[in-house]
C-alpha cells in the first residue's frame, strides 16, 4: 500500500527526485492503483501550481511501460508522452502484444500499435485496423530492413540506428546549378521535419542535374565520407530519423518514420502520383536508383541525416544534410 502521508510530503515540497523514487518503490511493489494514486496527487498538485507535472508524466510512462496491459492501456490516448521519451502508444507497444493491446479504442492509437507490433515482428491479423491511419502497408515487405526500434527503459530510452556500411573518403568536382523541382529535396526534408520545426536542428535538401556526388558538393562540402547502399539500409535510415523527434522535438514513432520512408522513396522513384502502391511496385522501381549515405567528415553527434540518391537514367540527383544536438 503507498504511504500516503510520504507522498504528500514530497508533492507539497515538489521533491521531484524523490517523487522519482517513490514511482520506482510504487513499480518495484507491482502496486498499480498506487501508482495512479501518485499521478493523480500530482496532478492535483500542478493545479494548486506545484511543480510536480514530470512526476505525473513519470508515473504513467511507468504504467505504459511496466504495468499488465489492462492498466498500461489506461494511459494510451493521444498526446500522451508529450514530454516523455516516446509517445505513450509507443511506450506500451514496446513491452506488450498486440493481442493485449488490440483493446484501445481511439482508431489512429490502435492503428499506430498495430504496426509497431508488426515491426516488432508480431504477427498482426485483424480486419479491424484502419489502413488509412499509417500510408504504408501494415505487412513489410522482403525487401525492407529489421527496422531499429526503440527501446525504452525505466530511466531512459535507447533508439539505436540500422547498421550501415564503412564510409570512404571522397573528393568533390566543382558545383553545379540547383535545380526548381525541389519534390524530391523537400520528401527527405520532410522526413526530419521536428527537428527542424520543433527543435534546435537545421537541414537543407538540393535538386541538381547530375549524380549523387554533385548533389552532395551543391550542399558545400569539397570532401566527405561516402558509401553507395541499397535500398533496405536506405530506409532504415531514412525511417530512424523520420521516427524521432531530434534533440527536442516530439517523437513521431517508427511506424510513422517508416510510413514517411515509403513515400520519400516514392517521390524519388517517380511513382508518388500513382499513390498508395504496392510494395513490389516500390521495391522495384526505388531500388533502381542509387542511394549514397555520407557525412561531412567531422563526427557530428547527436541525429544527422546524411543521404543522397541518384536517377542514372533521368540524370538527376538528390542530396540532404540535416543535423540536430542538445
Do not use: N
Amino acid at each position: 500500500m503507498v504511504d500516503e502521508a510520504r507522498l504528500a510530503e514530497l508533492v507539497e515540497s515538489s521533491d521531484l527526485d524523490g517523487l522519482v523514487r517513490f514511482v520506482d518503490g510504487t513499480v518495484a511493489a507491482r502496486d498499480w492503483d498506487g501508482l495512479r494514486l501518485v499521478r493523480d496527487r500530482c496532478r492535483e498538485a500542478v493545479e494548486r501550481g506545484k511543480q510536480v507535472w514530470g512526476a505525473a508524466e513519470f508515473a504513467e510512462y511507468r504504467m505504459a511501460l511496466d504495468a499488465p496491459a489492462s492498466d498500461a492501456v489506461e494511459v494510451v490516448r493521444p498526446g500522451a508522452g508529450r514530454f516523455g521519451h516516446g509517445p505513450l502508444w509507443e511506450v506500451a507497444a514496446s513491452t506488450h502484444t498486440w493481442a493485449e493491446l488490440r483493446v484501445v479504442a481511439d482508431p489512429a492509437l490502435r492503428s499506430l500499435i498495430a504496426h509497431e507490433r508488426s515491426i516488432r515482428g508480431d504477427p498482426v491479423a485483424d480486419d479491424s485496423i484502419d489502413r488509412l491511419v499509417v500510408d504504408a502497408p501494415l505487412e513489410l515487405a522482403p525487401w525492407e530492413p529489421a527496422y531499429p526500434v526503440a527501446v525504452y527503459r525505466a530511466d531512459r530510452a535507447d533508439f539505436p540506428e540500422l547498421a550501415t556500411p564503412g564510409l570512404a573518403w571522397v573528393e568533390l568536382g566543382e558545383p553545379v546549378s540547383r535545380l526548381a523541382d525541389r519534390s524530391v529535396a523537400d520528401a527527405l526534408l520532410d522526413l526530419v521535419t521536428p527537428w527542424l520545426e520543433e527543435s534546435s536542428g537545421r537541414g537543407e535538401g538540393v535538386a541538381v542535374s547530375g549524380t549523387a556526388e554533385d548533389a552532395i558538393r551543391s550542399l558545400g562540402p569539397h570532401r566527405v565520407r561516402a558509401a553507395d547502399t541499397d535500398l533496405t539500409t536506405a530506409m532504415g535510415v531514412m525511417c530512424w530519423a523520420a521516427a524521432s523527434g531530434g534533440a527536442y522535438g516530439r517523437r513521431r514513432g517508427t511506424p510513422v518514420g517508416r510510413a514517411l520512408a515509403w513515400w520519400t522513396a516514392a517521390v524519388a522513384a517517380g511513382i508518388d502520383e500513382d499513390w498508395p502502391v504496392t510494395s513490389d511496385e516500390l521495391g522495384s522501381e526505388a531500388s533502381a536508383l542509387r542511394w549514397v549515405l555520407w557525412d561531412p567528415g567531422d563526427a557530428a553527434s547527436g541525429w544527422r541525416l546524411h543521404l543522397a540518391v541518384e536517377d542514372r537514367d533521368e540524370g538527376l540527383a538528390w542530396a540532404v544534410s540535416a543535423v540536430d544536438a542538445r
